[in-house]
């Protein structure tokens, strides 16, 4: 697809970020058109921080280590969430831009549906987004791909995964809810209610499929009881570190020295019993530096340790 923005994002994405969001879905499903009004990216491991401060054609919203909001030329919104993290098993390129695989794409959309629903999100929204879910639906691949439950679980685990990083910071509504079984009836009746306007009634089971997953669901209470509990967090990196200072609002947080980084990561005694398709994330922090972590990996290490 040729397009104007075309260049700006090939030159985004070189940076090891990756496109997401509703420009990736016309590029992904080209028989559909979906309407966008923003372009949004995430990260693909060792990222570069882009630096849009001396360029006359973007104009900054809001900037920090973890998000980039612009406009770009005055009327067309970018996001890049660098703290989200996609590993590279769910990435293609489609004429140098580096984008998400449609598998991926469908069940960000479901979780978004989701969120939107428990956040009482107004009606337009809510519809939009269905609407988006049905046409991807339509999609050959995808309807191959939701028959198989297992796959479509293990994403369904890897997206939350991805996720929780930016929830560490902006918990999602999801996070909110005591139990989601129980409020797991309302969800169906409103995802019903849309089903019911559409001839895609097969969403709801790929939506029950997710939802009544026992290990999502635990998956789900372990991201919970993790961002419920960020001083321990914190006090465990001071259990190691006598001079360094953990710097919450950075990615990379140093050690006093190798060995005390080493001895933190060993300190974890992982269990992947049930999500070892999860340790696909191991693979995508950059572990160059001798004496300092990503805080995704400090993230990820803490949410699969052995209790």
Known sequence: MKNIYNDFIRNITDNNLVLTGSYSYNMNFKKNKFKFNDIDFISLGNHKFIDFSKDPNIEMV?????????????????EIIYMSLIPKKYVKEIDGIKLVKKNWTFISKIIQLIC???????????????????????DHYIKLFSLNKRKLIQIADIVLISSSFFWFYKP??????????????????????????????????????????????????????????????????????ENMFLKIDEFKQDFDNYEQLEKYISSFKLNFDKYKHCKIFLDTFDDKSESSIDIRKMMFLTLFAAK
């Open 62 to 78: 809001f900037n920090d280590n973890f998000v980039t909001k612009a406009i770009l030329k005055d009327y067309l919104n970018f």
């Open 116 to 138: 939107l629903i428990l956040d009482n999100t107004r009606e337009e929204k809510i519809n939009k987004v269905f609407n988006d879910l049905s046409l991807m639906y339509n």
């Open 172 to 241: 999602s509504s999801l996070l909110m809810v005591d139990n989601i079984g129980t409020e797991w009836f309302n969800i169906k009746k409103k995802v019903t209610e849309l089903v019911s306007n559409s001839n895609n009634k097969r969403i709801i089971k790929i939506i029950e499929t997710i939802f009544n997953n026992t290990k999502w669901i635990d998956l789900l209470d372990k991201i919970k009881v993790f961002i419920n509990n960020r001083e321990a967090f914190i006090e465990k990196y001071y259990l190691f570190n």
